[in-house]
């Protein structure tokens, strides 16, 4: 079994900045990303990135303020949440896959393996 263990949320103010991180001991995974679910609303893409490192994928709520990257082990990926709005409020859980293919997904269902979880709270 894949754990993935998340890490880095917490209380943010308005225009902030945040790194998540996200750590698997297991070696096989293809492309990672990101999803996050405020309360009462359905889980949403984030970010994701493939393998190694040269394409990533961002949801339109966040691109342009967000960056995702992995290290060279390829066990760990990092969201860096920039500008921080309170819509941005949610757990944010990391995801990960074995499958190459497609390539990169945005879909949940492509995810094999997920986090716990982390909060991420953007105060005023």
């Known amino acids: 079994q894949v754990q993935l263990v998340e890490s880095g949320g917490g209380l943010v103010q308005v225009g902030g900045s945040l790194r998540l991180s996200c750590a698997t001991s297991e070696r096989t995974i293809s492309s990672m990303g990101w999803f996050r679910q405020a309360p009462g609303m359905e889980r949403e893409f984030v970010a994701a990135i493939t393998r190694s490192g040269g394409a990533t994928n961002y949801a339109d709520s966040v691109r342009g303020r967000s960056t995702i990257s992995r290290d060279n082990a390829k066990t760990t990926v990092y969201l860096h949440l920039n500008s921080l709005k309170p819509e941005d409020t949610a757990v944010y859980y990391c995801?990960?896959?074995?499958?190459?293919?497609?390539?990169?997904?945005?879909?949940?269902?492509?995810?094999?393996?997920w986090g716990q979880g982390t909060q991420v709270t953007v105060f005023s």
């Open positions: 995801a990960a896959r074995r499958s190459f293919y497609p390539l990169i997904a945005t879909a949940a269902s492509f995810y094999e393996y």
